[in-house]
């Protein structure tokens, strides 16, 4: 009754974060960037802070996803009054850090994740305990349980544990009871662990009455009573979904303007794989385009480029001239890396049109993204920022009186 009352509800992390189509988009993103973390780490480039470094880029991007990782960055912050997370000051404890993410990216099994984690744990880093399993699970989603204190607290609610914040062999446990509780209600849940830990996270938050103990049938169906009639939200966080559902709609508009352009202008078009089907107009915003990738494309990282939001193609060659990431208010940073598989998806970087387009206000974050150290390779592919204001005021005329793609280069930005 629970499970299938939280699935139900549009405001609930299971249509709100777990069906998000945005979710799914960035773990290849973010698993790139955590090889990134990895590759600076074990060159000894990582430096000592953490603003600005590879992994506040990546941390970002899953702190984005506010719906059940808002704050998910503070457990990296630097505190210099506690000298913690000590893995900016101690280079063994960095390279420590650097093992686990790259024994987790490179294993596939479950004993080698949670032998990794162990190993970890044994160093006694301080500061750097189970909030790190945020990143894992964007690589292991199947083994590794998002933590927060939400998550904590609905589990120790639900079951009467008593799991701590910061101990690992608590989040072990943690884990373990999840995974276990999980398989009870598979039919309901799913392989992923971020749906049994979105569950954990309201019940956290308190959006919804813990069912009663069994046997007491007067105390279940005044529960049933408060559960059909509980108010699942805060107004506050109800109005940040909105917002999320306003950005969708604003996304998919620019989305149909690049459409609409790329076709007038006589490319053939590719939409995001998961946005073909979205309404737009009287039609679907995959109408009229490709549905499937052309064979050159059909390489590793094809997946992330499938999920580029629009790639314009010439008819007969069936080459990529443009592709374009039209950032709304979701994360630049899975992108840039999106577009950046499409550049090396011949092995080699291609030079390619490549354009980041958002709103006009959104100019300063793309621009802090891109000039990055950790994005110099895509500065070197020439990507450009095309803000909404210059695709709307000029996309008919373009339409009308344009070729190629010079005149889009016209309208965009250099960084």
């Not at 060159?43 to 603003?51: A, K, M, P, Q, S």
């Not at 039919?187 to 971020?194: A, E, I, P, Q």
């Not at 007491?216 to 108010?231: F, I, P």
């Amino acid at each position: 009754m629970l499970i299938d009352r939280w699935k139900q509800d549009p405001n609930g992390t299971y249509q709100s974060w777990f069906l998000w189509p945005e979710r799914l988009k960035n773990f290849r993103s973010i698993r790139r960037g955590i090889g990134q973390v990895i590759k600076e780490i074990d060159e000894d480039t990582f430096g000592n802070l953490y603003r600005g470094s590879s992994l506040e880029t990546v941390v970002a991007s899953i702190a984005e996803q506010r719906q059940i990782f808002k704050g998910a960055d503070h457990a990296f912050l630097w505190k210099p009054k506690l000298r913690i997370p000590d893995i900016y000051e101690d280079r063994d404890n960095q390279r420590a850090f650097g093992r686990l993410l790259h024994a987790c990216d490179c294993c596939t099994k479950e004993a080698d994740v949670l032998q990794a984690i162990r190993t970890l744990e044994a160093k006694g880093i301080k500061g750097l305990g189970p909030a790190a399993a945020n990143l894992l699970y964007f690589i292991h989603p199947t083994i590794v349980v998002p933590f927060n204190t939400a998550i904590v607290k609905g589990y120790n609610a639900l079951t009467g544990a008593g799991v701590k914040l910061g101990r690992w062999d608590h989040y072990l446990a943690m884990r373990q009871g999840l995974i276990e509780f999980n398989q009870r209600h598979r039919d309901r849940l799913s392989n992923d662990l971020g749906a049994v830990a979105g569950l954990m996270f309201d019940l956290g938050m308190e959006r919804y009455p813990l069912p009663p103990a069994a046997g007491d049938a007067k105390a279940t169906d005044a529960w049933e009573k408060d559960l059909a009639a509980v108010r699942e939200e805060t107004a506050a966080f109800a109005k940040q979904l909105d917002k999320n559902r306003v950005s969708d709609e604003g996304h998919t508009e620019v989305q149909g303007w690049l459409r609409d352009l790329g076709l007038a202008l006589g490319f053939s078009m590719w939409i995001a794989s998961n946005d073909q089907t979205r309404p737009y107009r009287e039609g679907r915003l995959g109408d009229g385009c490709m549905t499937v990738l052309p064979p050159a494309l059909q390489s590793e990282g094809a997946e992330a480029v499938r999920l580029i939001d629009v790639i314009w193609f010439e008819r007969d060659s069936g080459a990529v001239v443009a592709a374009f990431e039209v950032e709304h208010t979701t994360s630049i940073y899975s992108g840039i890396v999106r577009l950046l598989d499409l550049a090396l998806s011949g092995g080699t970087a291609q030079r390619l049109h490549l354009f980041l387009v958002a709103p006009d206000d959104r100019e300063a974050d793309v621009r802090q993204q891109v000039l990055r150290p950790a994005f110099s390779q895509v500065r070197e592919l020439n990507i450009r920022y095309l803000p909404y204001g210059e695709l709307r005021q000029h996309r008919e005329a373009i339409s009308r009186f344009g070729s190629g793609i010079k005149p889009v280069e016209a309208i965009a930005r250099v960084f």
